[in-house]
C-alpha cells in the first residue's frame, strides 16, 4: 500500500525509515510535518550515508558473529563476557534466521581488533548452553558448528 504507511514524521529515526522503505521496497520515503503536510523526502541512501557516520561504523573494532536461538540471546550476558576481555560493544545487530524459526544471527562490533579471546568466551558460553549438565538438550552438530565458527 502505498500512502500514509509510506512517510515519516520529522523526529523518525533511521530506523524507521529503513523499516519503512524495506517493508514496501522504496528508494525514498516522504517527511511529513505533524499537520500531515509534506515536508520533503529522505533517500535509502541518505540514510546509508547517515549510517556510515555512526561510531559504530567509523570507530575501529572487531566483528563477531553468534549464531543462537533467540530464547539463549542476552545482550548483557554476552556484553558481560566481552567485557571481561577488556572490551566494549560498539555496536549489535540481530536477524532472523530465515531458514529456522526461532533461530537469529547476532553480529557484534567490540572495540578490539583481537578476537582471540572473545571467540573462546563465546564458545565456553555456548558449551555451558549446551552441555549435557544444562537445561536445555546438547546438541552434537551445535558443537561442531561452534567449532568451525571459532576455527573462522
Not at 524495506?22 to 499537520?35: D, F, N, P, R, T
Not at 535509502?44 to 549464531?67: C, E, K, N, R, W
Not at 563465546?122 to 555451558?128: G, K, V
Request: proline share 3%; hydrophobic share 40%.
Amino acid at each position: 500500500m502505498v500512502g500514509k504507511d509510506c512517510a515519516v514524521g520529522l523526529d523518525a529515526h533511521f530506523y524507521d525509515i529503513l523499516r519503512i522503505a524495506g517493508e514496501h521496497k522504496l528508494q525514498i520515503v516522504a517527511v511529513l510535518s505533524e499537520e500531515q503536510r509534506y515536508i520533503g523526502v529522505i533517500t535509502v541512501q541518505d540514510i546509508m550515508t547517515s549510517f556510515a557516520q555512526t561510531a559504530s561504523v567509523q570507530m575501529q573494532g572487531g566483528i563477531l558473529y553468534f549464531p543462537m536461538d533467540l530464547v539463549d540471546y542476552s545482550l548483557a550476558e554476552i556484553s558481560r563476557y566481552i567485557e571481561e576481555n577488556n572490551a566494549k560493544v560498539i555496536s549489535s545487530t540481530m536477524i532472523e534466521d530465515p531458514w529456522t524459526k526461532g533461530r537469529i544471527k547476532l553480529t557484534l562490533k567490540i572495540n578490539q581488533l583481537d578476537l582471540a579471546p572473545h571467540r573462546r568466551n563465546a564458545r565456553a558460553l555456548w558449551l555451558s548452553r549446551y552441555s549435557p549438565l544444562s537445561s536445555q538438550p546438547y546438541r552434537k552438530h551445535d558443537k561442531e558448528r561452534i567449532d568451525m565458527l571459532m576455527r573462522y
